[in-house]
């Protein structure tokens, strides 16, 4: 069982959309990283596509963590692409990190993978219903994988906006 860590430097490409140099541009250019980051890649095959990533700095200035260790975007792509539901939707809340992560697939078809930076769970939901508004997908009829924490308000908050509420480890 690989370890995961996370990082919100990543990016998805189609697979054989270009040679390692111009996949490790694209990443440089759209996080304006410098030569201090290396840039890493993995297949992502479920969805044709690979991943692109980087590992962030700590606040020592250190990148970690080390190279064995995989994105943890890499394994929610795999446990979105698990889901027996129709409309796949995963929320991962991280408030020390004030990052929320957001997936969403129609199908097998993968309509989003991203980062966004959250001080609250109210801002985690809206950029969850924006999602769900802008790719035309009705919130209700749709399960939310969540991890994160919430109290009971909190997650009584989110089950109003959509199907259920299933908590992840």
Do not use: C
């Amino acid at each position: 069982m690989a370890d995961y860590s996370s990082t919100s430097f990543f990016t998805l490409v189609p697979q054989g959309f270009a040679d390692s140099r111009a996949k490790e541009k694209i990443l440089r250019d759209l996080f304006s990283l410098d030569q201090s980051y290396k840039v890493m890649s993995a297949d992502v095959p479920q969805y044709g596509a690979t991943l692109l990533y980087a590992w962030e700095k700590s606040s020592q200035g250190d990148i970690v963590p080390s190279e064995g260790i995989m994105p943890l975007i890499l394994k929610q792509l795999a446990d979105l692409s698990a889901i027996r539901e129709y409309n796949k939707l995963i929320m991962d809340f991280d408030l020390g990190r004030r990052k929320t992560t957001l997936l969403l697939a129609e199908g097998e078809r993968l309509v989003l993978a991203n980062s966004y930076h959250t001080v609250d769970l109210p801002s985690a939901i809206y950029y969850m219903l924006e999602l769900l508004n802008k790719s035309q997908i009705n919130p209700q009829q749709t399960t939310l994988h969540f991890s994160g924490k919430a109290d009971e308000d909190q997650l009584k908050t989110l089950r109003s906006y959509v199907k259920d509420v299933r908590m992840r480890m």
